[in-house]
């Protein structure tokens, strides 16, 4: 019996540095897609230097995906958000996190990841 493909979209195979920009969760480390497509992103979910905990299934997670530099642009990101379809741990040091988009766009990196570092501090206040 042959399995179908119930994607809705291709996927493109490719590791782009994310950031977790949810007030819940903040993750400091780096983390990287595995693959994209219009309506799923798939992410490694490790911790560099410190073990990083997994989001919890459902829950809806803001990332800034970084896209590679374009000297006539500036350095773009997508802004993204989606919710938190299933969580696997196929490595003892990080876990596969499987992403349904719920919206995307396109916007300068580096403005808005500043206004969020200095945002940071005060989410992490409320949320203690």
């Known amino acids: 019996m042959k399995t179908t493909n119930r994607r809705e979209s291709p996927r493109i195979e490719i590791k ?16 990287y897609t595995e693959n994209i497509s219009r309506s799923g992103i798939l992410i490694a979910w490790r911790g560099e230097g410190q073990p990083l905990g997994p989001p919890a299934m459902g829950q809806i997670v803001t990332v800034e995906i970084e896209l590679p530099a374009n000297h006539g642009f500036g ?12 969580v696997s741990q196929p490595e003892q040091d990080g876990y596969l996190v499987a992403l349904r988009v719920n919206y995307m ?4 990196f580096h403005d808005r990841l500043r206004s969020l570092h200095a945002m940071q501090p005060v989410a992490a206040s409320w949320m203690a």
């Open 75 to 86: 350095q773009k990101c997508i802004h993204c958000q989606g919710t938190v379809m299933r």
């Open 105 to 108: 766009d396109f916007r300068s």
């Open 16 to 31: 782009l540095r994310c950031h977790v920009t949810s007030p819940a969760l903040w993750a400091r480390s780096a983390i």
